[in-house]
């Protein structure tokens, strides 16, 4: 007899991950086996081979005919449990895929193997030293730092091209499959077996795809979302990473992992480097990638020699005399509109959805009220006539006047997406008009409506986040920003980033060609660092300035954070147990910092009332220890989560 240690994909017992099983005959760490669980048999992964346990032991039902996992990702498995505080169970159910233990037909998949691509791409110097820079990384994360239209794909395809030479498998994370057809088509041209992963598989698409990556000796090319790294490849020789800074890589269910983390870790176990490719690296890896002297290869010049950088203006939207015309879209913008739709060409107006939050603001000199502690917005409570901090709980009477200033002119502002589109209907009551949310029905939409927005049938393009993102449209020629500010008044510390990001995106949609083209950005906050910066598109002066306010006011990567919110019926029970729980860690883990308890930003969802305590540590490990702590059931945890909203 042989004794395993055997860990079953539901949960069995919230304290054990792993149970121990006979077996007369050996088994390979990874085999998937069916084990007796009082009276049920479920389906477990062999971890270890241990020695006869003075117990008493049940044996293994059977060994399922699947190839094992590669052991480097029940090592992942094991790391993301720990490392997340997550039961393996829980982890399981997040890497495999569902109905495993049901019998599919496999499709032979065709291999080209013998019919390499040969073709390569001229590279400009850049590039090539990019390439030169990615030849000589034996390990560890590089970080890929260059600006929209800078040709990133071409270096992403060339690195691949050496990875499969050497025999092994090349994953490319991208945030969202439909927004990123022009860069599979890329990959696609160059590798015909290009396998795509995507959340609109159904349950057996994804089943058959996976085990045909098992049974594959072949490299792969796999393009996919974060859950693409799960995919059992024997030998992985890199991990790039398409747009790192987007908030999706971060998983927001249990276990919430960032792809990023997992991604380094799941390479260096296979002796692999990771490319994380961004024109707006997240702060925090930017300063990661300094502190432990990374490779920072920088491409700061668009690809296409003949690409005319856009015209860009900024209207204070303090300065009334700038609309005449309309009390929200500049004179400016509305000229600029005419002029495009005049000339036949597309136009593309931009509002951020979430910035429906309204901002306290002086409307006269731009001063915005935030928390002298966190140094967030504060969000305005009419009922309670104050300003509250959602982070820390601080408070303060709504101003009178301005501090800065001493006017009077305090407003509270925040202009709908709804109000954006009538508006504009209104106004262009005869054009093709076409909008697009953030969810992920829209998606599907931007990807269904393609053909329209690329041969420039529709006229007016108005969308939030999902239009900045991957659009390359030939016939645009004005992208209008109807208040850049709107995400800053957002109560979180990643507020200004994400703004900062979104504003080099939507740039970033026009320039790449030969014609000129124009963007009109409307601010009631010019000056703050995360519109001029994004404006200029200056990342090296919003990395320092963020980077000062993050230590300033103790925010990642700086400190270690954790979320916790809990769900109650009754805002009363919410209240009562976030205090005690607070109180309880403040008593027993001295050494943190307790922020809260507060109302969530998302207070109230379903029929349910919504409160979070944020915690703070220099270690890490501190807050794991606090998981292990609060009560299950009501609690909901996140440790480093992108944001506190
Ligand atoms: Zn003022
Ligand atoms: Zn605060």
Redesign the pocket.
């Known amino acids: 007899m042989r004794y395993y240690e055997v860990a079953p994909t539901k949960i069995i017992r919230a304290n054990a991950n792993t149970f121990t099983y006979a077996s007369n005959t050996a088994l390979s760490v990874g085999a998937f086996v069916m084990i007796p669980v009082g009276k049920q048999t479920l389906l477990g992964v062999v971890m270890k081979e241990v020695a006869r346990p003075e117990y008493a032991t049940k044996e293994i039902s059977e060994l399922l005919n699947i190839q094992a996992l590669p052991v480097q990702l029940i090592q992942t498995a094991e790391w993301m449990s720990n490392y997340y505080h997550t039961h393996l169970a829980t982890v399981f159910q997040t890497i495999l895929p569902r109905g495993l233990t049901k019998n599919r037909r496999i499709k032979q998949r065709q291999q080209h193997t013998h019919e390499r691509d040969r073709t390569h791409f001229l590279l400009n110097k850049k590039q090539q030293a990019a390439l030169d820079i990615l030849g000589k990384t034996s390990f560890g994360t590089a970080l890929l730092h260059g600006v929209t239209g800078s040709g990133k794909t071409t270096v992403y395809i060339e690195y691949a091209k050496q990875v499969i030479a050497q025999d092994k498998s090349v994953i490319v994370l991208v945030p969202e499959i439909a927004l990123t057809s022009q860069l599979v088509a890329e990959f696609q041209q160059h590798f015909p077996d290009v396998v795509l992963a995507h959340s609109k598989q159904t349950e057996a698409e994804r089943h058959t795809s996976w085990l045909a990556v098992a049974n594959s000796t072949a490299p792969q090319v796999i393009i996919g979302p974060r859950s693409a790294l799960f995919l059992p490849l024997r030998s992985i020789g890199t991990i790039i990473i398409d747009e790192a800074h987007e908030p999706s890589y971060k998983q927001d269910q249990a276990p919430r992992y960032s792809a990023l983390r997992v991604a380094g870790v799941l390479a260096k176990l296979h002796e692999g480097i990771v490319i994380q490719g961004t024109a707006t690296p997240l702060v925090s890896e930017y300063f990661l990638a300094k502190e432990n002297n990374r490779p920072v290869i920088e491409l700061p010049e668009r690809a296409r020699a003949d690409a005319i950088a856009p015209e860009i203006t900024l209207v204070d939207m303090t300065k009334r005399s700038s609309f005449v015309g309309h009390r929200f879209l500049s004179d400016e913008l509305l000229t600029k509109i005419q002029t495009s739709l005049d000339a036949g060409e597309q136009v593309l107006i931009f509002h951020n959805r979430r910035g429906s939050a309204s901002t306290t603001l002086?409307e006269?000199?731009g001063?915005s009220a935030t928390c002298p502690r966190c140094f967030i917005p504060l969000t305005l409570h009419s009922d309670a006539h104050e300003l509250r901090c959602h982070i820390c709980a601080y408070t303060e009477k709504v101003p009178t006047s301005?501090p800065?200033?001493h006017?009077t002119d305090i407003i509270h502002k925040g202009i709908g997406t709804k109000l954006v589109e009538s508006e504009i209907r209104r106004l262009f009551s005869n054009k093709k008009i076409m909008r697009f949310d953030g969810d992920t029905e829209s998606t599907e939409t931007i990807e269904h409506n393609y053909q329209a927005l690329y041969s420039g049938e529709a006229e007016i393009i108005i969308g939030t986040q999902v239009v900045a993102k991957g659009l390359d449209l030939p016939k645009l020629s004005t992208v209008g920003v109807v208040q850049a500010d709107a995400g800053l008044s957002l109560p979180d510390f990643s507020s200004s980033e994400r703004t900062f990001q979104l504003l080099a995106q939507v740039i970033g949609r026009v320039g790449r060609s030969s014609r000129p083209t124009n963007v009109v950005i409307q601010s009631y906050q010019p000056n703050n660092p995360a519109v001029q910066y994004g404006i200029e598109q200056d990342y090296d002066a919003f990395y320092k300035e963020t980077l000062t306010t993050r230590r300033q006011s103790n925010f990642p990567p700086f400190t270690h954070l954790l979320k916790l919110t809990c769900t109650y019926k009754t805002e009363a029970a919410a209240i009562r147990n976030s205090k005690e729980l607070a109180k309880h860690i403040r008593t027993r883990y001295p050494d943190v910092s307790v922020l809260g308890p507060t109302p969530a930003f998302y207070e109230r969802q379903r029929d349910t009332f919504r409160w979070q305590i944020t915690v703070k540590s220099a270690k890490r490990a501190r807050l794991l220890a606090i998981i292990g702590d609060i009560p299950g059931q009501y609690w909901q945890y996140d440790i480093d989560p992108m944001n506190l909203l």
Do not use: A, L
């Open positions: 002086c006269n000199c001063w301005c800065v200033c006017e």
